[in-house]
């Protein structure tokens, strides 16, 4: 048996998340949907970050349209390779949106609605594998745990029971996320 680090954790998953019908996976994304919108977190934040999804990740669409229908201000990143920074702007329109980094949708640099970290109340945090303990492995690039570094709002990761194991290896530059969202709840983070 392999040993499990970070990338074999993180192909595991993937796998796992790839075998899933379009209809499970559906399935899975509103209850996930529901129990993030029906949370305190949901209803007290104005400003929300998250990234636009990719095709292995859950649908963030939905969520972004529903942030914009409750008229909450809608935050996406803009990656900047060579700092390997995040950088978050104002999104009203998928319009604004175009590819960037790893062909992720990204709002365009140059449009002018910079959103300082600070001004973001919840930042739905992306990942492909957690732990009770908040502790996740994303795609490997690092940004988040760069963004978070100095970030002191609201923090949250939504996964289906699917992507949890039982501990993740993890650095001091790791930085846990504080509560989780699954189909069957939202949960606070365990102590570290």
């Known amino acids: 048996m392999p040993k499990l680090n970070k990338s074999n954790l993180r192909r595991q998953i993937i796998h796992k998340i790839s075998s899933l019908s379009e209809k499970e996976k559906k399935a899975i994304e509103e209850k996930l949907y529901r129990q993030l919108f029906q949370s305190f977190l949901w209803k007290e934040a104005n400003v929300i970050g998250m990234t636009s999804s990719t095709s292995i990740e859950w649908d963030t669409g939905p969520i972004i349209e529903k ?10 990143p803009k990656t900047v390779p060579e700092r390997k920074q995040l950088e978050f702007y104002r999104v009203d329109s998928f319009d604004e949106l175009s590819d960037g980094y790893a062909n992720i949708l990204e709002p365009e640099r140059n449009a002018g609605k910079f959103v300082h970290k600070n001004e973001i109340d919840l930042l739905i945090v992306p990942g492909i594998v957690f732990d009770c303990k908040g502790y996740r492995i ?55």
């Open 138 to 192: 994303g795609f490997g690039g690092g940004y988040y745990d760069r963004f978070l570094t100095d970030f002191s709002n609201r923090t949250v990761s939504i996964a289906s029971k699917l992507q949890f194991v039982e501990s993740i290896p993890h650095e001091n530059h790791d930085i846990p996320i504080q509560y989780l969202i699954r189909e069957d709840g939202l949960f606070q983070v365990c102590e570290v």
């Open 67 to 76: 942030a914009w229908q409750e008229e909450k201000t809608v935050a996406l």
